[in-house]
Each structure stands twice: as structure tokens, then as C-alpha cells.
């Protein structure tokens, strides 16, 4: 019996990330294809960022209204719902013929991918034992790394080869499959019960802060964008999430449970692990536009050598569980945020004339500790909360993972226009490659952040989760 409770749970897994891919993949693909799309629709390349802008602040708005509509409906309800609005949506989305049609049908996509991933998330880790959460994370943690890693490859040769319609077509068969597995493999949880009204304040606050966040991102990201507009946005997100936080804290029954923080280890996961995401989420956009624009190599040829930051991905991934159980979380983490600052780091140093060999291996080291540190903190985010407090910390974290994944594209767009001016003022400064150098460096200094917090950690922070446990003792819940 428990054989087959283990092999329904990592087929849960396995489903929940097959879901994860296919939000993350169209979070990023459209963006290689911005030129066709455009033409396609007799609008500027420059518009289609409305495209990927729409998809994001859905993303960002509803992710915090999954929990409650989890309680109120059921897991299974909700997660069947999700599944076919996005898929319908993928459809919607390739049949579009002009801009507005398409932005209407992304909206729809990011609604159904709001709901998909925090609640088939939730649906693995809430019954599981807390020793079995490393193996069963380590499943669903895989998409988000691979995604962005190979969304410009995979772009680059749709729209070369087919049309951009095939990015939305191809979710198609996938999202059939998933609806047909999950309902076979999910059971009908009871309905809700005494679930508490909807704090609507909550959704009021959270909500628009978090789209005025997701539009500031825009903003910023957007070229030669005029920055009046940025702050303004950002200055209205600071509020209303500032106003949010107040509210959360103070109501009954709020939408998102920020007392969750208390506990250390998930602290410690939403702070590290989002300056962590946000460099991960950098990274790929950053390197193809440095082989691109100063290398000059193709489209193809960039995103096939991005493409081996997959490889570390994968190929650290069957020893992750293993690693975590040998070592604990606190050296997994100062292994893997060093790793990332530093391969970061190094990108600052490559040109036309270094080896591919050579960056192929930093490529792979990256992978490999990106890899790691994201299945690290995702795990170590529920290690030491409580069953019945599952689906608030599930919640909060979904929120804070997207709010950081969204932001990794704008950090690395900042730090590219910051490297022009600060790159000026370096002695031999030589063009753009001087400007992707300081780019780079600044993003490894935030990767400090994450490794700092990684040193506040207890020696035995996580351990609940690991098998066999150590004896040793625990980590305080509330701090170091």
C-alpha cells in the first residue's frame, strides 16, 4: 500500500510539472518571436510586449486568490478548471488576428495559469510526509529552470521554421493529456467547509499592488522608455502593498497569512529564494542578447549554447535528494547561491574570442547550481509548517516566486542600462561588451543577498524533511 501511495504521489508530481512547464514556456517564448508576431499583426515589434506584459500581471494579480478558491471549491474542481481555461485560452491565442484579440486571450491564459500551478503545488506537498517533499519538489521544481532556458531556442526555431502561432498550438496536446491524467489520478477531496468569506480588502490591495508591481516591471524593461512613468507606477506599488501588508496582518480570516513568516525556514525561503529567483530569471534573458548584439551569432546558435544551463539543471537533479539528506540545507544553499554569483560573474568576462568549450562549462556549472539552490528553497519552504498551515505558506510562496520570476527580466534589463554609464567611468572601456560586463557583475552582487541569508541559517534549518533525520538539535520555529 504505502508503494502505491508513493507512486500515485510522484505521478501527481510529474503532472503538476508538466503544468509548471507550460506556464513558464509562455511567460518567455513570445518574446523571442516579437518581430514575426508583430508583422504578422500590422503592429510594432515594440507593441507584443503587451502580449507578454498581460500574461505576467494576470499571473501576478489571481496567484493570491488560489488558496481561498482551493478551500472553497476543492483542489481537484479547481485544478481540472485551470487545465482546460488555459488550454482553451493556447487556442484562443493562435487563432487571434489582431492585437487585441491576442492580449484578451493571454489574460485568459494567465488566469488559468494562476490557478494551475500554486494548486497542483499544493495538492503535492499538503499530504505528503515531510521527509518525502525533497523527492516529490525535486519533480516539480524542474520546468521553471528548463523554461526560460530553452524558450529562446525553442522560439527561435518555431517562428523560423513554422509560424509564432505554433508557441500557443503546442500547449494543446499537452493540456489535453494533463486534464485526461489528472482526472484519473486526482480523487474528489470533500467540499469546503466553514471556509471563511472572502477577504475582499485583501484581494482589493494585494491584487493591484502586485499589478502595479508587474506593470512597473514593464516599464522598465520597456527601451528607451522614459522613467516618470516607471516611478510612478512603482511609487503607487509600494503603497498599495504597503497598505496590503497592514490589512493582511490585522484582518481574521486575511487572503494571505503573512504570520507564515514567523517561521524561519519559509522566511528564509520567500527572502533568499526570490533574490535567488531574480538572477536565475536574469541570467537567460541576459546571455543570448550578449551572443546576439556583441558576438554576433544567430538566434539558434545562442540559444543552443544557453541551452547546456540545462544540462547542469538535469544533471545535478538525481543526487539533489541524496545531497540534501547527506548535508543538510544550510551548505546546499551556500554552495548553490556562490555557485550562481559566481558563474554569474564570470559571464562578465566572456567575448567574441573565449572559448565555447569554456563557456559551455560555465554554462553547466550555472545550470547545475541553479538547479540546486531552487530545489533547496522550495523545499526547505514547507519543511517546519504545519499540515493545517499548508495552504496559506503555499500561497505566499506562489505569490513572492512570481513576483521575483517577473522581476528577473527587469533586473537584468536595469542592470544592462546602468552598465552603459557605470561602464564609462572604468578605464579601457570598450561598447556594449563593457555594458553586458558591469551587467553582469551587479546581478552577482544581488546573488549576495541570497548567499547572506543562506549564513543566517541554523546548522540544522530543514531538517524535518530530511531521511533519515540527524540527531541533532532543531531549528527554532520563530528565528535563529
Known sequence: MEQMIDSKQRNTALLVAGCFFMENLDGTIVSTAAPRMGESLDVAPTAIGLVVTAYLVTLAVLIPLSGWLTARFGARRVFLTAIAVFSLASLGCALSSSLGELVAMRVLQGAGGAMMVPVGRLMVVARADKPDIPRLVSYVVWPALVAPVIAP???????????WHWMFLVNLPLGVVAFAVA?????????????????LWGVLLTSTGLGALTWTAHLLSAAGAPWQPAAAAGALAVLLLA????HLLRAQAPL??????????????VSGGSLFWIVVGAVPFLLPLLFQEVFGWSAVRSGAVVLFVFVGNIGIKPATTYLLNRFGFRPLLLAATLGVGATTAVCAFFTAATPIALIVVVSVVSGAARSLGLTCYQVIAFADVPHKRMRDANTLQSTAQQAAAGLGVVAATVALRAGGPLGDLLPGAVGPATAYGVAFCLLALVSLGALAGAVRLHPAAGDAVRRPAPAREPAPAGGR
Open 243 to 246: 497598505a496590503a501588508a497592514w
Open 183 to 199: 482526472r484519473r489520478l486526482i480523487d474528489a477531496g470533500p467540499p469546503g467547509t466553514d471556509v471563511p468569506r472572502l477577504d
Open 256 to 269: 494571505i497569512d503573512l504570520r507564515t513568516l514567523k517561521v524561519a525556514t519559509f522566511r528564509a525561503s
Open 153 to 163: 531556442l525553442l522560439g527561435g526555431l518555431l517562428t523560423t521554421y513554422a509560424s
